[in-house]
């Protein structure tokens, strides 16, 4: 009897520790927001002298498709971030940051289901962003509408927006339930 209890011990602790195999796919996502950041450097170097030009190449509809692919890309860092920090500390170990006085007030209270709920509103902005630029191009110069990419556009929208709602009654039916 005495074997079972320390051998079940020892496989829950080495279960328990397993949850350290995510620390590099962490790393990974740290990547990924350097990476971001990259191609939001090189959109911005490659825009700003179309915009500060003697005379300006660059139309008010073109500035607004630069600015949307920058909000795009701040937005998919943000997500990235939301993610990193809520999923290590909901799965693996609390950020122990203790000092930091500018630490953001939702670190350590998104749970599963609000991460969800934050990574669906922030792939419908996404894709919400993605659909209005392809609509401001169309009337430009040199640019012709696929508008069979254009109706999946909408389509792939609409079903993020449908499964944003689909979540969010879950989630109230869940918290509508008792708890067994």
Known sequence: MGMKPRLETAFERM???SR???A???LGLVA???MLLVMFGRELIHYFPAVFAPYGTMTANDGIL???TLVDLSLAGNLLLIVLFSVYENFVSKLDLEGETDRPPWMGTVDFSGLKMKLIASIVAISGIQLLKTFMNIGKTGYELNP???MWGVII???FVTSGVLLALMDWLTAK???H
């Open 177 to 179: 339930t008792d708890k």
């Open 24 to 26: 590099p796919m962490y």
């Open 157 to 159: 929208h609409l079903t």
């Open 66 to 68: 630069v600015v949307l």
């Open 148 to 150: 069979g990419e254009a």
């Open 32 to 34: 990924a927001l350097l």
């Open 20 to 22: 350290w195999l995510m």
């Open 15 to 17: 279960l328990f520790r």
